[in-house]
């Protein structure tokens, strides 16, 4: 059965990290550039990272860059999100998406449109 799933989610305060992960059964994710794309309350879904398939390049938005790692686990066929120095408004739902073959060119669309999606892990942060 082919399927990915999110976690690792949570509450946390402002400052705060966690780590999230998408989970991959079926197929395996060295072949697929993986997003992460969050959608804010009340607001569309955007990309804010991404990882390419084969050499592993990761990018990043701007409202991210610096504070987000991503990485790939081969072994474990997983997709890594650490998220440190968490603010407000990283508040919202995050999903992964794989995307076969693809180069993380869309990353910056808005909004961030996919047929596959999962059921997202909520992050929020607040004190």
């Known amino acids: 059965q082919v399927q990915f799933v999110e976690s690792g989610g949570g509450l946390v305060q402002p400052g705060g990290s966690l780590r999230l992960s998408c989970a991959a059964s079926g197929f395996s994710l060295e072949y697929y550039a993986v997003y992460w794309v969050r959608q804010a309350p009340g607001k569309e879904r955007e990309g804010i990272s991404c990882?390419?398939?084969?050499?592993?390049?990761?990018l990043y938005t701007d409202s991210v860059k610096g504070r987000f790692t991503i990485s790939r686990d081969s072994a474990q066929n997983t997709v890594y999100l650490q998220m440190n120095s968490l603010k407000p408004e990283d508040t919202g739902v995050y999903y992964c998406?794989?995307?076969?073959?693809?180069?993380?060119?869309?990353?910056?669309?808005?909004?961030?449109?996919?047929?596959?999606w999962g059921q997202g892990t909520q992050v929020t942060v607040s004190s």
């Open positions: 998406a794989p995307v076969v073959g693809g180069d993380c060119s869309t990353l910056f669309d808005v909004p961030w449109e996919y047929d596959y």
């Open positions: 990882i390419t398939k084969g050499d592993g390049r990761p």
